[in-house]
């Protein structure tokens, strides 16, 4: 058995961790954001997971050398920055839920690009829009986060928040793989558009600007 110790702290650990998911998973707002963004996160790495394989290789849809892969992934790291820059001011013209639905759903239908197109140049163009929209709905979660759980369960919240969403990644890298084995690599692409578009109108459809609103009331309040 355990020193008492250890069992106390581990009791008191496990406490802490049911508390934060009843917040999370009773909470109007934050539980379709974390669900939204745990489906997208399992279907995004189920297509990048096997994106490579599109990409590079001559027998390959876009026929890219090794070397010039990573090139191309230099687009989504400045659009990642560049969204970073410009979150704030997209936000406050245009509405924090609003942008956040727009933004996701834009850079899902960017993914199409990908397979429809597979060029070098084409996919970096790409890649730095999807990593700028990216970049600038994650700033909205995360301020929303901070603003709309309490201070004392922000950690328990997040550490929930990210065990589900970190959590699908392999799920969805694992059924990219298979997808594309069983049937193609087009497959496993639309697919993982079609579960990301499903998770950004569950979205839309769940949270309206006025529960922010509300929610953003009871915590000041």
Known sequence: APPAGTASAL???????????????????????????????MASTGFF?????????????????EAQFPLIMVGFAAGAVLGSV?????QNRFGEIPTM?????????????????PNGWVFAGTLLMIGLLNTIGNVISMSLRQRLVPRHLLGRVGGAGRTLAYGLMPVGAVLG??????WNLQTTFIGAVVVSLAACAYLAITVRPSMVAEADAEVSG
């Open 177 to 182: 793989g298979l997808v594309a084995e069983r």
């Open 101 to 117: 639905v727009v933004t996701l759903t834009v850079n899902v239908l960017l993914m199409l690009l990908l397979v429809a197109f």
């Open 49 to 65: 997971a096997v994106f490579v394989l599109w990409a590079v290789g001559p027998t390959s849809a876009a026929g890219l050398t």
């Open 86 to 90: 410009l979150a704030e001011r997209v």
């Open 11 to 41: 009791r008191i650990g496990l406490a802490q961790v049911r508390e934060g998911l009843e917040f999370l998973v009773h909470h109007r707002v934050m539980r379709p954001l974390v669900i939204t963004s745990s489906v997208l996160n």
